[in-house]
């Protein structure tokens, strides 16, 4: 069974703080997404990586920034946290060449 | 770039009857519509999955149908049951097959709550 773990359920920072979101699968897969959703928006793509210090742009990544320093660990930044930055953040993994997402329980921010 | 639209965004039924879940998206090239479900405080999951050379595709009491032609998607729930309230979003995709990251984009999800 695929296990897709972040690190926290919910999360409260300040605005102005260096925020860091944790990602861990346990599949061996390749690919790793980070996605933030929004009531009435869907699931909109921050950032991915199809490899090892690999990562390329999703549809929203202004403010954000990821680093993927080993196969299994995804980290989403907040570089300095905004009000607008208040959200569920869900990371996903899949296996390379497939389209099937396996997502973790997701983290709820608040930046106050 | 890909733009996929779901319609309705809130769905109340009685339990026992059907349920219709409808996308379009804008992309001609996209050849892989999956649907996830995901229940209250938990993570979205595959429910199923269409590629583009089908036209429908059941799994016990859900199906999805594709009209290519129109560019546009349906999931449809029959027998309805109180578990099968949750947030539904569709997706599409362009499916390479030859490895690397395929990119989903997702529908605004729609929140489908079954009545006793």
């Known amino acids: 069974d695929v296990k897709v773990t972040q690190s926290s359920r919910y999360l409260v920072k300040r605005t102005g703080e260096k925020v860091f979101l944790e990602c861990v699968q346990d599949?061996?897969?390749?690919?790793m997404f980070w996605y933030r959703q929004d009531p009435g928006l869907g699931l909109r793509l921050i950032y991915f990586?199809?490899?090892?210090?690999?990562?390329e742009k999703g549809d929203i990544p202004e403010g954000y920034s990821v680093s993927r320093e080993k196969k299994e660990r995804f980290s989403l930044i907040l570089e300095s946290a905004s009000t607008n930055q208040t959200s569920m953040y869900l990371c996903?993994?899949?296996?390379?060449?497939?389209?099937?997402?396996?997502f973790g329980a997701g983290t709820r921010l608040s930046v106050l | 770039g890909e733009n996929v639209e779901q319609h309705p965004s809130t769905l109340s039924v009685q339990e026992g009857d059907s349920a219709v879940i409808k996308c379009t998206y804008s992309?001609?090239?996209?050849?892989?519509f999956p649907w996830y479900k995901q229940e209250l405080g938990k993570r979205p999951q595959l429910i199923i999955d269409?590629?583009?050379?089908?036209g429908e595709k059941k799994d016990q009491r859900i199906a999805v149908t594709l009209n290519k032609t129109a560019k546009h998607f349906s999931l449809h729930i029959t027998e309805t049951q109180p578990e099968d309230s949750a947030v539904y979003f569709c997706?599409?995709?362009?499916?390479?097959?030859?490895?690397?990251?395929?990119?989903?984009?997702f529908g605004q999800g729609t929140r489908l709550t079954i009545n006793p």
């Open positions: 990586s199809y490899d090892v210090k690999m990562k």
């Open positions: 996903a993994s899949s296996h390379s060449g497939t389209s099937v997402r396996y």
């Open positions: 269409i590629r583009s050379n089908v």
């Open positions: 599949m061996d897969h390749e690919n």
């Open positions: 997706a599409a995709s362009i499916h390479k097959g030859n490895g690397g990251a395929q990119k989903l984009v």
């Open positions: 992309d001609s090239a996209s050849n892989y």
